[in-house]
């Protein structure tokens, strides 16, 4: 299976990574600058793929020591590889475990913080790359989002930390007050606090940003749920 070496363009750090299979976009990217860390925090990603939030948060110096979870070996060989070709193998850990069994590799409090960027294709929706290792990174195969959502649960029961979730707002697609209903459904039972991102229309995509009324009563259902929430500032329009 071929590989590439690619140049994070942060820190002098690059990663490993297939040139066939699932390769990390610009969520990482921005997963990456949302997270916020205290000096000495520890931190576990959770379906970290090839390992690029981790290599990130060391590359930014946002971490001392980050550990990754992630279930496909081939993905967790090139986040070792990654680490010892950066010099950072004493510093990233990487877990090759499932997320659902998350309680049997660590224990209550051994972490400050989390992170994940899961799959985002429900079963059965979306087209199904050829690819597994693609097809297991985009598709709910694996994993579910509930899954994730039962991973952060435990987290919280054990740290009573609160979490962050980033919630981009796409019109028609996902900022319906039904929408926000099944939000406050799922984030039911975590203390946690949801920033809503109105997506920037994206003229190669089909994007629409949603209307300030949506926006609104999105935010509105939210709070109606007992959720704590935040209307995120819009960045990078004016970037082409």
């Known amino acids: 299976m071929a590989t590439s070496l690619d140049n994070l363009k942060i820190g002098g750090f ?47 110096d946002k971490a001392e020591r980050v550990t990754a979870l992630e279930i496909q070996r081939e993905s967790c060989r090139l986040c070792r590889k990654s680490a010892v070709f950066n010099g950072c193998a004493d510093r990233l850990e990487t877990v090759c475990g499932d997320v659902t069994k998350i309680s049997d590799f660590f224990c209550g409090g051994q972490f400050d913080a989390v992170s994940v960027n899961p799959p985002y294709y429900p079963r059965g929706q979306g087209i199904l790359p050829p690819e597994e290792s693609v097809a297991v990174a985009r598709h709910e195969l694996l994993c579910t989002l509930k899954d994730v959502l039962a991973a952060c649960r435990y987290y919280y029961q054990q740290t009573g930390r609160r979490l962050t979730f980033e919630y981009s707002l796409v019109g028609g697609v996902n900022d319906s007050e039904e929408d926000a209903a099944e939000l406050c459904a799922l984030t039911e039972g975590i203390n946690c606090h949801i920033n809503l991102i109105p997506v920037n229309p994206i003229k190669e995509r089909d994007f629409v940003q949603s209307n300030h009324a949506a926006i609104a009563a999105f935010q509105k259902r939210l709070e109606k749920g007992g959720v704590n929430v935040t209307i995120r500032r819009e960045m990078g329009r004016d970037i082409d």
Do not use: E, H
């Open 14 to 60: 690059y990663i490993w990574q297939n040139t066939d299979s699932f390769r990390f976009g610009t969520d990482a990217v921005l997963l990456y600058n949302f997270i916020k860390m205290k000096p000495n925090d520890r931190i576990i990603d959770l379906c970290s793929g090839s390992g690029a939030v981790p290599l990130l948060l060391l590359a930014g």
